[in-house]
């Protein structure tokens, strides 16, 4: 059975120091490695970083292995194959990976009409402008380790220019919730809706989403018998789990209750199989200027960190496994006063 060729294993993966001092030389002659009459003192930095410094598989994977939309033999061709067995040493990638990433990265350099000069290809500018417009279709993931890759090349050849922090492949954001004067004037726009459903379908998103942390795809599929009312206020249960209702939209959803007939979703008639911006096609054709149904979630997780509801009481109200997003919620949570904290904190205060 034929084993994967590494290009080395044992080198730790932040060192580049064998590298850094003659790195202004071997960037300055890539693509001239594999010709005869350098200078001597090219010649000898060559010989301890470059072709001579891989193992004999990986030498010949690295010079005998074709690259798919290159001329063999080409300048292009050999300032891929030396840019890789240069920094080969200094990384634990497969040699085809890095061959193959290298290349693609390179030919798409070219194609953008850049220099085959080290300073501009293997730049973190460009290896950070090509990590995210390139290669679109390619999951975040993927396309963070083939800029990993492309990154170990330019530590080795460009040292000087890291630390760099590139742009994140994965923009994460959370919306922020509504202030209470904005969910004053949302309790007007339900009030405003022109038929009966429409007033309906608004009231339903305001009490369910703000008021039981209600997905937005999880309003359509919500009927009379998931609402429990007893003594002690209103029980809603949706996929799943069961979330009491915050007391302040308890009216609203008897009221909404009363006027949809049973037997029938709350939402009404669904004719669609996606319900996933349901939510959003409703508020996009309401009357007034109408809230969005992600945010009314946030509002009410925000209220339950900031009463300090136990966490795993939230997550499993809200249904979350994983805390993912949650923390980032935290921003829109204010500190309690220094004297009331450090109450909670000391265990004077148990909630």
């Not at 920094?87 to 350099?109: F, G, I, M, N, S």
């Amino acid at each position: 059975m034929q084993t994967a060729t590494y290009l080395s294993r044992t080198t730790k993966f932040n060192d580049t120091t064998a590298a850094k001092a003659h790195s202004t030389i071997l960037a300055t002659h890539l693509g001239e490695f594999s010709n005869a009459g350098l200078p001597k003192k090219v010649a000898r930095i060559v010989a301890k970083h470059s072709y001579a410094a891989l193992t004999p598989e990986t030498r010949e994977l690295v010079t005998d292995r074709s690259i798919v939309g290159v001329e063999p033999g080409s300048v292009m061709d050999a300032f891929i194959r030396d840019s890789v067995t240069v920094a080969a040493p200094h990384t634990t990638y497969a040699a085809k990976l890095l061959l193959t990433q290298a290349a693609q990265y390179v030919q798409w350099c070219v194609g953008q009409g850049w220099p085959l000069q080290a300073d501009v290809i293997w730049s973190v500018r460009g290896i950070d402008l090509y990590s995210t417009t390139a290669n679109r279709d390619n999951t975040e993931g993927t396309r963070r380790n083939y800029r990993s890759m492309l990154l170990r090349i330019s530590e080795v050849l460009l040292p000087e220019e890291h630390p760099e922090r590139p742009t994140p492949l994965t923009q994460k954001d959370v919306t922020a919730p509504y202030t209470p004067s904005e969910m004053d004037d949302f309790r007007d726009w339900a009030g405003a809706q022109l038929t009966e459903l429409a007033q309906c379908r608004a009231i339903l998103m305001l009490t369910l989403c703000t008021g039981a942390g209600v997905r937005p795809g999880e309003l359509p599929f919500l009927r009379h018998e998931d609402i429990a009312i007893d003594e002690n206020g209103i029980l809603v249960t949706v996929a799943g789990r069961t979330v009491p209702l915050l007391a302040e939209w308890e009216e609203w959803l008897v009221n909404v209750l009363s006027r949809r007939p049973k037997g029938e979703l709350l939402w009404g008639k669904v004719n669609i199989r996606n319900t996933s911006r349901l939510a959003s096609t409703f508020t996009e054709r309401s009357f007034g200027k109408p809230p969005r149904a992600d945010r009314l979630r946030h509002t009410w997780l925000v209220g339950h960190l900031a009463a300090a509801v136990p966490m795993k009481e939230l997550m499993r109200a809200a249904g979350i496994e994983k805390i993912q997003h949650l923390h980032m919620l935290l921003e829109f949570v204010d500190l309690r006063p220094a004297v009331e904290g450090r109450a909670l904190l000391r265990g004077e205060v148990r909630r």
